[in-house]
């Protein structure tokens, strides 16, 4: 009998089928629908080398926060001293970055950056098709990399080195040996938590705001496997802390004080929710530094607001101001709040694809189709589920848990768009949830249409 590779099983450990009851579904459904997957990764993995290589290069397009992001690798690959600034941003993606830049700061290793963007990029792909197998079916997990393959918001941004790629590519792998271990006996199962739990603390270490999709999986992996019911979850919690403690010491030690994973939400908090255009803050013998939505620059809105006597790391400054903000508004605020949600999706060009204008012209039109289609995408699901509830029957209870934690984990994106800055590229690294859901709506639909079909 042939196994599948991702030892997992559909729905939930209780909902499960038997042992022997799993090996036959898989056995029948899975060997084609797996070729598929595997050839959509292939093809998906081509794309991703004609443009990281050929087309579009991310060492000829170092700008913006990709020389930020450059050049505070290149200070941690030389050894410079750590400045106060590298603690502003998380530091993830710069300590990734750095790693092929210690072969050399220069063109070598910019090229060897982009190879490993390259890597993450398509190995996005691959764990999605996992993290697929274990929520869905084997029809929708190949069909789900044959979208996450094609997806040009995905590929695009394998051609610049910011934190989208490596912040994608780390949650999937953690949440897929997450769920996975919920499956395995014993110790695979805690020696998956705790892959899962390294995996996941780079990912809040690129992206912080993925610690909500962390603690929806550690609610999920209770119980798992014959263990203690909180077994997996600490072994996950544990194994991120560790990760993240180095983290922590790098940016306390930059900001000569015990600080976080990142100095950044007090700003991004204050532009939120006063409608700023350009905020500017700093000295001359200190550093100045600017910084404005993208969206608020594509749309030409809000204004300008200048603080000599501050820095951009004062947290506790710029969430005063916000709160400020919020209490002036009142009930009004509620505008500034929905626009941010829809700035998330289709409002505006996702940052930096703005050029060449062909690249502009395809990544506008498919965030345009997605944010619209994602409302349907995510009716449709909650529709789907409540008729599985209203006549259960036991498939369709294992293939409404997986679709309840993508719902879950596409959710954890709510609270980021509304509460801090909200623009499409913050929202791109979660597409991969809603394109797991409409493979699973397009696979049920497919199905249902074949058991009616006349024999």
Not at 47 to 64: E, G, N, Q
Not at 139 to 154: D, G, I, K, N, Q
Request: aromatic share 10%; charged share 15%.
């Amino acid at each position: 009998m042939n196994r599948d590779l991702s030892s997992c099983r559909y729905g939930s450990p209780g909902d499960a089928p038997a042992p022997t009851e799993t090996v036959l579904i898989r056995s029948a459904e899975s060997p084609n629908w797996n070729r598929l997957a595997w050839g959509a990764i292939a093809v998906g993995a081509l794309i991703r080398l004609l443009w990281a290589f050929v087309l579009h290069p991310p060492y000829d397009f170092v700008f913006s926060d990709m020389q930020g992001y450059v050049s505070r690798a290149q200070g941690l690959a030389t050894g410079a001293p750590l400045e106060r600034y590298f603690a502003f941003y998380p530091p993830g993606t710069h300590i990734l970055l750095a790693g092929p830049l210690l072969l050399d700061e220069g063109v070598v290793g910019l090229r060897a950056a982009a190879a490993l963007w390259w890597a993450l990029s398509s190995a996005s792909v691959v764990f999605a098709w996992r993290l697929a197998l274990c929520l869905l079916t084997p029809r929708a997990a190949a069909v789900t990399a044959a979208l996450c393959a094609a997806y040009p918001l995905f590929f695009f941004y394998a051609g610049f080195f910011s934190s989208e790629t490596p912040a994608m590519a780390l949650l999937l792998a953690g949440l897929w040996l997450g769920y996975r271990s919920r499956h395995l006996p014993g110790r695979a199962a805690v020696v998956s938590a705790i892959g899962s739990g390294m995996l996941a603390g780079a990912a809040v270490a690129v992206r912080p705001q993925f610690l909500l999709n962390v603690v929806v999986l550690g609610v999920a992996m209770r119980g798992g496997a014959r263990l203690g019911r909180l077994q997996l979850p600490v072994a996950l919690a544990a194994a991120a802390i560790l990760v993240l403690i180095p983290v922590v010491v790098h940016n306390s030690a930059a900001a000569n004080k015990l600080t976080g994973i990142s100095e950044y939400p007090g700003l991004i908090f204050y532009q939120a929710h006063c409608d700023i255009h350009l905020v500017t803050a700093g000295t001359p013998e200190r550093g100045v530094f600017a910084f404005g939505s993208p969206v608020a620059f594509e749309r030409n809105r809000g204004h300008d607001e200048t603080f000599p006597d501050r820095q951009v790391w004062d947290q506790g400054f710029f969430l005063d101001r916000g709160l400020d903000c919020i209490r002036e508004d009142g009930f009004s605020h509620l505008r500034i709040v929905g626009r941010n949600l829809l700035d998330a999706g289709a409002t505006s060009t996702p940052f930096p694809l703005g050029d060449p204008p062909a690249v502009k012209t395809i990544a506008r039109a498919t965030n345009l189709v997605y944010s619209l289609g994602l409302v349907v995408i995510v009716v449709a699901t909650i529709v789907l589920l409540r008729r599985r509830r209203d006549r259960p029957t036991e498939k369709s209870n294992q293939l409404g848990y997986g679709e309840r934690q993508l719902l879950l984990h596409l959710a954890c994106l709510l609270p980021v768009v509304l509460v801090f800055l909200s623009e499409p590229r913050y929202r791109i690294p979660y597409d991969v949830f809603g394109l797991m859901l409409l493979a699973a709506l397009v696979t049920a639909g497919l199905g249902s249409l074949r058991r009616r079909a006349p024999a």
